[in-house]
């Protein structure tokens, strides 16, 4: 079992009254997270709202009838608890239950289905936080520094999902492959009750072809034959769902700059992968760039996120092709980052970004130094 970075930051909160929401992807390891808090915490119970029984209980928003499913009632887990209408106003009512001590945990699997129940009713009662597969420090504290580069390759092919990092190599393919089929948006299927999920599955797969590219919402209408608008409302159900992280474009006042583009990643290079059906090696591909670069941009949103950092992240890029892969504004500072799958290929920064923000941190992340940068 692979240590998780979550696990101190929610004991952190776990000293306060809040409630504690865990949103991921499908099979990202909130359940296993639960155990591991479950093992440390034995008077720790956990309830699956998938469970007919709870998800009646819980139906019936009766605080006392709630309440007696709990033996101890000190620390109570709801998994999946996006299944059950109206959980935000049932946790509402057990946290503002003056007789109850209990700190409570939610998870969810889409954050536009838990969150839009929560939202307005737990507002100032919740704290949340995000689980994504592994990451490479992660991986390393299981299996060490040595063992995290000889598999980096890999990583970029068949991602770092926690039930599959460790499979041979068919058995991640035949995985990966039914996990990017209609069970990674499950959700969306059911919360948009789509009739034809190929065209989730021709989204995804164009977004997958332009790793790395600005994206075109009309492009993109175009290609599908359906609106913008569905286009942006697909789009974002996809982000919600952990599938694509969202990279928007940095901008002030530099005449030339990009000011509204987006770039779209894959949490995931596996997921990324299947759904183009390549997991050819990394040495063999066009697209080595694009899944470096892929792998980075995600790596550092969960170095940042883990650490809590607080930070934005953009991409720059001007319209005579001056460009800088990932932006890092933090506590007043930019911090920029190139990435470079061939160290060979020499980068600096662009000249007119540099003076213009005063840019005193620029890296250029290649194979040969990802350890320094993410471990």
Known sequence: MYPRKLISLIEDELKKPEIILLFGARRTGKSTLLNLLNERYPEMEIFNCDNPLVYDVLQSKKTEAIKA???????????????????????????????????????GSSSFDLAN??????????????????????????????????????YLVYGTYPGIVDMNNNDKIKRLIQLSSDYLFKDILK???????????QLLKALALQTGSQVSVQELSQLLKISALTVE?????????????KLSSYSSNLRNEIKKSKKYYFY?????????????????????????????VIETLKKVEYEQRFSNLYFWRTYDGAEIDL??????????????WNPRRKAKIPKS???????????????????????
């Open 69 to 107: 499913l709990f033996k101890r009632g000190d620390l109570i887990a709801f998994d999946e608890a996006q299944t059950v209408p109206d959980i935000g106003l049932i946790l509402k009512l057990l946290f503002d239950d003056s007789s109850s001590h209990t700190k409570f945990i939610a998870t």
């Open 117 to 154: 129940k929560t939202g307005e009713p737990l507002t100032g009662r919740n704290v949340s936080f995000n689980l994504f597969p592994l990451s490479l420090s992660e991986i390393k504290e299981k299996t060490g520094s040595l063992k995290v580069m000889e598999k980096l390759n890999d």
């Open 191 to 201: 919360f948009e009750r789509l009739k034809n999920p190929d065209l989730l599955r």
């Open 233 to 245: 409302r697909y789009l974002e159900l996809l982000q919600k769902s952990f599938i694509i992280y």
């Open 268 to 296: 995931d290079n596996g997921i990324r992968n299947a759904l183009i059906n390549n997991f050819n090696p990394v040495d063999n591909r066009t697209d080595a760039g694009a899944l470096w670069e892929n792998f980075c």
């Open 327 to 340: 932006i890092e504004e933090r506590n007043g500072e930019i911090f920029t980052y190139e990435f470079k």
């Open 353 to 375: 970004f540099a003076e213009k923000y005063k840019v005193k941190h620029f890296k250029v992340v290649t194979p040969e130094n990802i350890f320094y940068e993410f471990i």
